[in-house]
């Protein structure tokens, strides 16, 4: 978990670093998605078991809404279209899993 937790910190970090040094000409901006519902999770776990986690995990978050993949390709889209004096950003999507308090999702049946 260590490196992982690194390597995120490390991202955000450049992200601040690269739009330093490209600015004014280039804008760098990072899109930071909480978990993502996906086909490959469903297939990882099988359907029942997704279905429950997907079903936990939307009830704890504060807006009881997961992140979908189209959710963090108009972020993106946003980002390259509407965000022209934006620069430097971290931009945190996941639903509000962040500010959760730690969500926990029981293996139990």
């Known amino acids: 978990m260590a490196a992982y937790a690194a390597s995120k910190a490390a991202l955000n970090s450049l992200t601040l670093s690269m739009a330093r040094g490209l600015a004014p000409d280039i804008r760098v901006n990072a899109v930071c998605p ?5 086909r490959w999770g469903r297939r990882g776990i099988g359907d029942a078991a997704y279905e429950k986690f997907c079903a936990a995990l939307t009830e704890q978050l ?3 809404q997961m992140v979908g993949a189209q959710d963090v390709a108009e972020t993106v889209l946003w980002f390259l279209t509407g965000g022209k004096t ?20 029981s293996s139990d049946d």
């Open 86 to 105: 934006i620069t430097g950003q971290t931009l945190v999507i996941d639903g509000g899993e962040h500010m959760a308090g730690g969500i926990s999702i």
């Open 34 to 38: 909480g978990y993502v519902t996906t």
């Open 62 to 64: 504060p807006l009881q």
